[in-house]
T-cell receptor, first 113, second 116 residues
Framework: AQSVTQLGSHVSVSEGALVLLRCNYSSSVPPYLFWYVQYPNQGLQLLLKYTTGATLVKGINGFEAEFKKSETSFHLTKPSAHMSDAAEYFCAVSAFTGNQFYFGTGTSLTVIP | GAVVSQHPSWVICKSGTSVKIECRSLDFQATTMFWYRQFPKQSLMLMATSNEGSKATYEQGVEKDKFLINHASLTLSTLTVTSAHPEDSSFYIC????????????FGPGTRLTVT
């Protein structure tokens, strides 16, 4: 069984500040982990994913995430927030990239000018 | 990159009518497609797994007679919401698994259904 927990349904940061969105997972098999961003009334856009190999994954728009097996975490970070980063962010886990996804409840990111 | 389309992007229908949503993989074949549902301000919940040429597998609590899924070709899956009611109003998102070897999954842009 697989599940995802996103701590903090709402996160606010100042423009230029560090963004940290938390994701913890549970998986009975080696997990594949994903971060997606969703803008209002739009579909999901893949930010980054971890499958195998290097545990620090770099994605689009300056985001990165680190897979920490010992902590069962896959937190998303960005060194400097931009106004355009304001959106809903979802962490997801699957058994492999083509299998069904299990999504977290999402974190709404607000960027304060 | 691989593209998945959904049609329509939004639809408004009257209570009691049926609505069909299409999910197409545009540049790859997909033996498996997934249908998700997202209520406002909530996460995506898997409704069913659609397999080409066979019956869909529904998640617990999802009425298969209400949400009819047809995956008649390697590039098209349809979700029909039968006898729609206002509580069916939601954002429906599909994803398609590339069966051509990469086994990647790609999400469609979603369909906003409003039942009045």
């Amino acid at each position: 069984a697989q599940s995802v927990t996103q701590l903090g349904s709402h996160v606010s940061v100042s423009e230029g500040a560090l963004v940290l969105l938390r994701c913890n997972y549970s998986s009975s098999v080696p997990p594949y982990l994903f971060w997606y961003v969703q803008y209002p009334n739009q579909g999901l856009q893949l930010l980054l994913k971890y499958t195998t190999g290097a545990t620090l994954v770099k994605g689009i728009n300056g985001f990165e995430a680190e897979f920490k097996k010992s902590e069962t975490s896959f937190h998303l970070t960005k060194p400097s927030a931009h106004m355009s980063d304001a959106a809903e962010y979802f962490c997801a886990v699957s058994a492999f990239t083509g299998n069904q996804f299990y999504f977290g409840t999402g974190t709404s990111l607000t960027v304060i000018p | 990159g691989a593209v998945v389309s959904q049609h329509p992007s939004w639809v408004i229908c009257k209570s009691g009518t049926s609505v069909k949503i299409e999910c197409r993989s545009l540049d790859f074949q997909a033996t498996t497609m997934f249908w998700y549902r997202q209520f406002p301000k909530q996460s995506l919940m898997l409704m069913a797994t659609s397999n080409e040429g066979s019956k869909a597998t529904y998640e617990q609590g999802v009425e298969k007679d209400k949400f009819l899924i047809n995956h008649a070709s390697l590039t098209l899956s349809t979700l029909t919401v039968t006898s729609a009611h206002p509580e069916d109003s939601s954002f429906y998102i599909c994803s398609a698994r590339d069966s051509g070897g990469r086994n990647e999954q790609y999400f469609g842009p979603g369909t906003r259904l409003t039942v009045t």
